[in-house]
């Protein structure tokens, strides 16, 4: 059932998107009198699930569900009509059309993307305001990762600043090492300040290991509430209780307290804790997995909620954020020392990421966000995608001179074989992460 929740939301999701981005092509193609001879949400090699004429447009629905086109009359497109081509120009076909015009209706639909996540953004901060955990919050330190540690932090570190600037969100800091390239970030370690040089290929080694955040907030072992099934409520112990050793062994944090009950795991063990300022012991066996059925009270986040007028600002800023976080994750994936495309997923990677039941909140926050991805990638300049049109169109505008249709259709050959060569690439290293 999870699985079908993943797989709806990840359908629903794409099909929003798809028609967005081709709604802009079709609004700017009839905007400038260019005939739109299909529209279709999803690609239908051999046949249709549904299709109806309106007007002068087809509109369908596909089987395949790759993404979806509208054909415009008179565009060398994925169609690769030739017969079309190989009459007299109309004046509404898009070759008929001025430079600028064409230009216009081949970033439609990018437009359209990148106005719908910002749209979303807006209306996501108005309905839910945000929320974050100020870094000035996580007063305990932080628990590294070993990548981390490699680094030079330490367990327990307070992470005042990266190259000089202050952090503010505590979940930022693992985007702004890996993605900015930093020389050096400063910590508070017991009481001093000190720098950190932040080695070279770090952001590289992190992308290797796969880690997706190099620190976690450090929690006192202080129960907040109990799991009605916990071990150590039957033993007799409460929400207040502070655990301060296992079987005489030293614990104050949660992340100690997880390490000693894997050595114990089946085990019988006695739980040293502070009830008031009363020491008392309790006996259990560590049940597999070893969860005691404890949960640690939160650190304070920081919410903040907005009118309807302030949100589209907010919302804006949000988009634009995001944009340029997903640049230079795109540059990691370019920049071969990395090695970031062999983390490069397709559909299964995408899907996977919507959460297990349905979150209208998670379902938009992951929709702006692919929306922007949309955007951007269809913006590279790769024949068979808008970024490739924009490209000849804009050599075009700049030299006074057409390409070829010859040309065109070569370019198209290339793009679509280049773009299937990705998909199968992406796709094939779903695969392989499901078998490895």
Same mark, same amino acid.
């Given at each position: 059932?999870?699985?079908?929740? $993943? ?6 999701s794409?099909?929003? =998107? ?19 001879? $299909? ?5 239908? *090699? ?6 109806? $004429? ?9 089987w395949? /569900? #790759? ?22 120009? $109309? ?53 590294? +990762?070993?990548?981390?540690l ?5 367990d ?6 990266? +190259?000089?600037? *202050? ?11 890996? =993605?900015?390239n ?5 910590? #508070?370690? +017991? ?5 950190? /040089? ?7 080694d ?11 907030p450090?929690?006192?072992a ?7 099934s916990?071990?150590i409520l ?33 085990q ?29 009270r ?14 589209? /600002? ?10 340029i ?10 920049? *071969? ?7 490069l ?9 919507? *959460? ?9 926050q ?13 913006? =590279? ?28 259709e ?5 793009g ?17 992460? #499901?078998?490895?």
């Open positions: 059932m999870e699985i079908l929740i $993943k797989i709806a939301q990840f359908l629903l794409l099909s929003l =998107l798809i028609i967005a981005h081709e709604a802009g092509h079709f609004l700017f193609a009839k905007l400038f009198r260019t005939r739109v001879e $299909k529209f279709y949400l999803f690609f239908n *090699p051999g046949f249709s699930l549904l299709r109806k $004429k309106i007007g002068e447009t087809v509109y369908g629905l596909g395949l /569900p #790759l993404g979806g086109y509208v054909k415009i009359s008179g565009m060398i497109d994925e169609s690769m009509d030739r017969a079309q081509m190989a009459q007299p120009p $109309k004046p509404w076909e898009f070759r008929s059309k001025k430079t600028w015009q064409r230009l216009l209706i081949m970033i439609g639909g990018v437009l359209v993307n990148f106005l719908l996540a910002l749209f979303i953004y807006s209306m996501i901060l108005f309905h839910w305001g945000s929320s974050y955990l100020p870094n000035e919050n996580v007063r305990y330190g932080v628990v590294c +990762d070993s990548l981390a490699k680094a030079g932090f330490r327990g570190d307070r992470i005042l600043t990266i +190259d000089g600037a *202050p952090v503010e969100d505590f979940h930022e800091i693992t985007t702004r090492l890996v =993605l900015e930093p020389s050096s970030a400063e910590v #508070l370690r +017991d009481g001093a300040r000190i720098q950190i /040089p932040i080695p070279a290929g770090f952001a590289a992190n992308i290797r290991s796969g880690t997706a955040i190099l620190f976690q450090r929690y006192p202080v129960i907040d509430s109990l799991a009605s916990s071990v039957r033993a007799g112990m409460q929400a207040g209780d502070s655990i301060v050793s296992i079987n005489g062994l030293a614990v104050t944090f949660v992340h100690e307290l997880r390490t000693q009950l894997k050595a114990f795991e089946g019988s063990i006695t739980i040293g804790y502070f009830r008031d300022t009363t020491f008392m012991e309790a006996s259990v066996v560590v049940p597999t997995p070893p969860l005691l059925g404890f949960y640690t939160g650190l304070e986040t920081k919410v903040q909620q907005y009118g309807l007028l302030e949100s589209i /600002p907010a919302g804006i800023s949000m988009g634009l954020e995001t944009s976080m997903y640049l230079r994750q795109l540059r990691l994936l370019f920049t *071969p020392e990395t090695k970031a495309y062999e983390s997923g397709g559909f299964i990677t995408i899907g996977s990421v919507f *959460p297990g039941q349905w979150n209208w909140f998670a379902f938009w992951l929709t702006a966000f692919l929306s922007i991805m949309l955007a951007i990638m269809n913006l =590279l300049p790769i024949p068979a995608l808008d970024g490739g049109h924009v490209m000849f169109l804009l050599y075009e505008m700049i030299t006074g001179r057409k390409p070829s249709q010859k040309f065109m070569h370019a198209q050959r290339f679509m074989l280049l773009i299937l060569f990705l998909l199968l690439f992406a796709n094939g290293n779903d695969l392989l992460k #499901l078998f490895r």
